[in-house]
């Protein structure tokens, strides 16, 4: 599975984007799909996910009420809609996708494939 984002930009403090990752393949087949972000000097950190097992989204306390993640399956697409966005959210985004595992709930580590990513950064 290929997976290409867009969608990323330069907004102020308090703006919108939403970024979207089109899958080469089926995204309903994957165990789960993510959006992580890195900032320069920084780890990657998950964001958003819709895992299977979960029963819902989940997300990072940093981005809680801020930031949905949603998937088209149809489309082999999945979305991000960042609002209110911070300084802090500065960072490069990736979407991943989690490969399929048995017996148990995928985690960050089954998270395999990955985009090139797209940039977003937020000015004060």
């Known amino acids: 599975v290929q997976l290409v984002e867009s969608g990323g930009g330069s907004v102020q403090a308090g703006g919108s984007l939403k970024l979207s990752c089109a899958a080469s393949?089926?995204?309903?087949?994957?165990?789960?799909m993510g959006w992580f972000r890195q900032a320069p000097g920084k780890e990657r950190e998950l964001v958003a996910s819709?895992?299977?097992?979960?029963?819902?989204?989940r997300y990072a306390d940093s981005v809680k009420g801020r930031f949905t993640i949603s998937q088209d399956n149809a489309k082999n697409t999945v979305y991000l809609q960042m609002n209110s966005l911070k300084p802090e959210d500065t960072s490069m985004y990736y979407c991943?996708?989690?490969?399929?595992?048995?017996?148990?709930?995928?985690?960050?580590?089954?998270?395999?494939?990955w985009g090139q990513g797209t940039r977003v950064t937020v000015s004060s």
């Open positions: 991943a996708t989690a490969r399929v595992v048995y017996g148990r709930r995928c985690v960050r580590a089954d998270f395999d494939r």
């Open positions: 819709n895992i299977v097992r979960d029963g819902g989204p």
């Open positions: 393949g089926r995204i309903s087949d994957a165990c789960g």
